[in-house]
């Protein structure tokens, strides 16, 4: 009995020894597995930043300083950016925004459009397809119908850039308004005329709607009571 | 024996059993022994194998990636990181004759003929008879260097097993033959040449640096916007060649540096003396009129020149036999701001003359002009220093007055412009050095001139372009100011009229310095694009014109027209003209 207790303890003993060198065998393996991976990893790596660095330099070549050069002087034609384009600090900026002074002589043009083009230039008169009758005239007999807000585009377009073209001063639109209040008044057929901009698309609506030739009243009386 | 035999016969049954004990317990040491023998010789091979991974793996795989990322030779860059010359493994298109083995019969499937033919339709610039030759002979050979991959496919589609494509580390430089006579070239043995690539050798090489790459303080931006302005100017006025330089004023970095006609170092084995030399720092001129900003700042310094409208007399002067002669008659008398815009030789040599030779040779060493240029490039002028007629050094009456107006001292552009760096800086003269410098470790440099000299030949330097010969280098905005130049070369017996050295010197913004930009050209012509005219005013003036608008914005210095040097205690002073 003892014997055998004996022998079954060493038989005990050799079984946990198999067990761990079991375990210790398949640990390496693994251990070994995951070094190679690694390993190979790594070998991506550097093959990766080699590609990196390849393309890198085909690029840095594709588009060195004389080739930019060469395409510059052919097909872009960029120049190096002038005095007029930098500006030092928000004080110089603000500077571009500044009200004229209440006794400046004339209005400041801080961008030039020239209003006369935009005026003069004709746009092709819209013929209905159903009708066979001009746009104007079609518009008119749906005016009666839909007063709905519509924009002459010469009218409103020149009207933009006398916009953009001027800055009011204050004093002299004050001075204005009511004069012009008057003028657009009178223009629009007695109709009660606000300010700004609804002032210009309702003068210019009522212009085109007697299919009369545009003046240049109406929105220039709306640009001062700007 | 019998009575062994008898005795063990009698105990036969005790000496049985005794036996079995004895044998069980000693059967029972040796198995124990043999374990124990086991489990050390276990133990001992975990220790070692412990001690073998400890100390001898895992650390070769991580450096040899480390390795294999570090170039063979160290990159080179400008300040701002971008690559100048790289590694880069590159194909080779190499002959082995012996890849079908040792034995005879030819090494190639087709005739070296035909394979001769196909490879000049691969790489048209090739040399038919050439590539016979080599492939004729049985010595291994380089076909070809720089093979692109696609022009390997077509070779390798040939089907020749003797031609095979080794990648090799090569030296490239991606920017062509941008800043080439700063960074010199790499020849097919790998030593470096001309330029950094020489000087920087050791630090490119060594093992332990060169995964770091070199930063040098030039700007790639403004070294090509140079070398356009100057190969432009070359062009119009069909200049024999041109140098430039840009120069910070107040750590001596070179920001640029080009000499025309360059070199393109990508093509190491057609590079050939004539291109390679470098006409900023090897080459020495007499720089002419440009130097005369130097010595009125030297008369203000030295208090010879308290009123700048004290008038000088302009007739010919006449100094033991030579005459010293102005380009044109500007009136009986000029003052010193008239005769810096008009430049005035004779008013020039008087100043000197009054400030003394030894004064103005002190200042010229102190500015550096009488031993080779401090930069790190190998190839540097010595400058033609005027022999002094006594012990002491000290120059005759006429070679001061000459030197006053840059004639009989002939220096190289660079020395040229870090005297101007001195002039336009408050005063101090820093070596020139193409190692981009750290901010904090600025080199504290020498004082030549009073901050006040300095002060005023600022405002001087800027009545030039205002007002003087220098007009057309009047970047709108840039506060240029500079100073032309325009030097006969000398020849066989004497000075030759028609072959000039036109410089402009300038530096901008002029209420507070920070670079120097000199333009140089050798021996232009007058064309139509130069008005007919070969004079500084008409070609170099216009390059640094031209060039300040594309640099100036790069190198953080805004244009600004609302500011300028303050010039209006001076301007009631001159009447505007014309001069050389």
């Not at chain 1, 007999?141 to 002459?152: K, L, R, S, Y």
């Not at chain 2, 006429?398 to 840059?406: C, L």
Request: glycine share 8%.
């Amino acid at each position: 009995m003892i014997v055998t207790a004996n022998r079954l303890r060493s038989i005990g003993w050799v079984v946990l020894l198999a067990l761990c060198g079991a375990v210790v065998l398949a640990l390496s393996f693994r251990v070994n597995a995951l070094r190679s991976q690694v390993h190979r990893a790594e070998q991506r790596i550097v093959a990766l930043k080699q590609e990196k660095m390849y393309l890198e330099t085909e690029f840095e070549t594709r588009a060195n300083q004389q080739q930019l050069k060469s395409w510059n002087d052919i097909e872009f034609g960029y120049v190096a950016p002038t005095a007029g384009q930098y500006l030092e600090n928000e004080r110089q900026l603000a500077s571009l925004s500044k009200p004229a002074d209440p006794d400046a002589p004339a209005p400041i043009r801080v961008a030039s459009a020239d209003d006369s083009v935009i005026a003069s230039a004709a746009f092709p008169t819209m013929v209905s397809p159903l009708t066979g009758k001009s746009a104007q005239a079609e518009e008119a007999i749906a005016q009666t119908d839909a007063p709905a807000a519509h924009v002459d585009h010469a009218t409103a377009t020149a009207a933009l850039g006398e916009r953009l073209g001027t800055v009011g001063r204050p004093r002299a639109a004050e001075g204005a308004t009511p004069a012009a209040k008057k003028k657009a008044a009178k223009t629009a057929n007695g109709k009660s005329v606000d300010k700004g901009g609804s002032a210009k698309s309702s003068a210019s609506r009522s212009a085109s709607a007697a299919g009369k030739p545009r003046t240049g009243t109406p929105h220039k009386e709306g640009r001062i009571s700007r | 024996m019998n009575a062994l035999t008898a005795s063990a016969a009698i105990a036969s049954g005790r000496v049985q059993l005794a036996n079995v004990r004895q044998s069980a317990l000693l059967t029972a040491k040796k198995r124990a022994l043999f374990i124990l023998l086991a489990f050390v010789f276990l133990t001992a091979t975990a220790l070692m194998r412990v001690v073998q991974i400890g100390l001898f793996e895992g650390s070769p795989d991580r450096r040899s990636m480390a390795d294999a990322l570090v170039p063979e030779r160290g990159e080179i860059t400008d300040r701002n990181g971008v690559a100048l010359a790289r590694a880069f493994p590159s194909y080779s298109l190499w002959y082995n004759p012996k890849a079908f083995g040792e034995k005879g019969g030819s090494p190639l499937v087709k005739t070296p003929e035909e394979v001769a033919r196909a490879l000049v339709q691969i790489f048209p610039d090739a040399d038919y008879d050439d590539l016979v030759r080599r492939l004729k002979s049985d010595k291994p050979s380089y076909l070809r260097k720089r093979v692109l991959p696609e022009e390997a496919n077509h070779v390798f589609a040939l089907g020749e097993p003797a031609l095979e494509f080794p990648r090799e580390n090569q030296r490239y430089y991606p920017q062509g033959s941008l800043a080439a006579n700063v960074l010199g070239f790499v020849d097919l043995a790998g030593k470096g040449h001309v330029g950094m690539e020489q000087v920087l050798e050791p630090r490119l090489l060594d093992p332990a640096q060169r995964a770091n790459p070199v930063a040098l303080s030039i700007d790639a931006r403004a070294q090509g916007a140079l070398e356009d302005e100057l190969g432009r100017g070359m062009l119009e006025s069909n200049a024999k060649g041109a140098a430039g330089i840009i120069l910070d004023v107040d750590t001596g970095e070179v920001i640029a540096l080009a000499s025309l006609p360059s070199f393109n170092p990508n093509r190491s084995d057609r590079v050939f003396n004539g291109l390679v030399f470098n006409r900023v720092s090897n080459q020495v001129y007499e720089l002419g009129s440009t130097f005369k900003p130097i010595t009125v700042a030297a008369a203000i310094d030295a208090g010879v020149i308290t009123d700048l409208s004290v008038r000088y007399p302009t007739g010919p002067l006449n100094i033991g036999g030579f005459t010293i002669h102005d380009s044109h008659n500007f009136g009986p008398s000029l003052n010193v701001p008239e005769a810096l815009v008009h430049s005035s030789n004779i008013v020039t040599a008087q100043i000197a003359d009054k400030l003394g030779g030894p004064a103005l040779r002190r200042t010229m060493m102190q500015l550096g002009m009488n031993e080779r240029p401090t930069i790190e490039l190998p190839a540097r002028g010595f400058p033609l220093w005027p022999r002094g007629t006594d012990a002491k050094g000290d120059w005759a009456r006429i070679t001061t007055m000459t030197v006053s107006y840059g004639h009989g001292i002939a220096v190289t552009p660079l020395h040229l412009a870090s005297a101007y760096a001195a002039l336009v800086n408050g005063g101090i003269w820093r070596p020139a050095t193409l190692y981009k410098v750290d901010p904090a470790r600025v080199p504290p440099g020498r004082r030549v001139f009073k901050a006040s000299t300095s002060a005023r030949i600022r405002q001087l330097l800027r009545m030039i372009v205002v007002d003087g010969t220098g007009r057309k280098a009047d970047a709108s905005g840039f506060r240029v100011g500079g100073k032309t130049g325009s030097a006969e070369k000398p020849g066989a017996g004497g000075y030759r009229r028609t072959s000039l050295v036109a410089t402009f010197a300038a530096a901008f913004p002029m209420d507070k310095p920070r670079y120097v930009v000199i333009a140089m050209l050798d021996e232009p012509q007058g064309t139509v694009a130069t008005s007919g005219q070969r004079t500084s005013a008409w070609n170099a003036a216009p390059i640094v014109g031209r060039v300040v608008p594309r640099i100036g914005p790069l190198l953080g210095v805004v244009p600004d027209a609302s500011r300028d040097v303050d010039i209006t205690d001076l301007s009631p002073l001159v009447a505007n003209g014309d001069g050389e």
